[in-house]
């Protein structure tokens, strides 16, 4: 369901699997945006003005010029994003409570745990300075599981909660890089069939590519 165009939202957001989520929502949505790059190689995320939108110095965060009562709002946690957008708009958020319980369970399952162990095997495997196997062989371990368990449930549907949701979108930008991971597609054919099938949305590669 796309909304009204109105006021653009400023999103603070690079060029990360979190970065991503909040531009392909705003395309899926059709909500007009303009991209605030954080550059966080350069530490932009310590930035006094960045820490006033989101005092965790992390990316994404919004700036809705537009929020409730027609007063801006400002938003960090790309969970947080995600669900406020789906509220503000009507758009991949299920406003039955038993879908949205089922939404929620998956995007918490990504803000929780799939995001934050996916980023230690990115972390290990790839930017520490000192390869450290005890650390990479963990981390590693846990990608797999969470991999297989996406794969199984995965088995008999097309999306993670029936329709395609908000926990798709979270989920998304991590899978997009499983070959960082050392997770081969191969072991998990119905993560490889879902992921296909999000790739290819037309509003899915404009946002990957507005970053």
Known sequence: MAHAPGKPIDVHTWSTPNGWKIPIMLEECG?????????????????PDFLKISP??????I????GPGGEPITVFESGAILQYLGRKTGCLYPA?????????EWLFWQV?????MLGQVHHFRIYAQEKIP????????????????????????DFVAGDFSIADIAI?????YHEKQSIELASVPHVRAWLDRVMARPAVQRGFAAV
């Not at 965790?56 to 965060?61: E, F, T």
């Not at 039955?96 to 929620?104: F, I, K, S």
């Open 31 to 47: 909500l007009p945006y303009r991209v605030v790059p954080v550059n966080i190689g350069r530490g932009d995320q310590m930035a």
């Open 56 to 61: 965790n110095n992390k990316i994404p965060a």
């Open 63 to 66: 700036v809705d010029p537009d």
């Open 96 to 104: 039955d409570e038993r879908a949205r319980v089922a939404v929620d």
């Open 112 to 116: 929780g745990g799939f995001g934050p």
């Open 134 to 157: 005890y650390a990479i062989d963990r981390f590693t371990a846990e990608a797999q599981r969470l991999y297989g368990v996406l794969d199984r449930h995965l088995a008999d549907r």
């Open 172 to 176: 998304l930008p991590w899978a997009k």
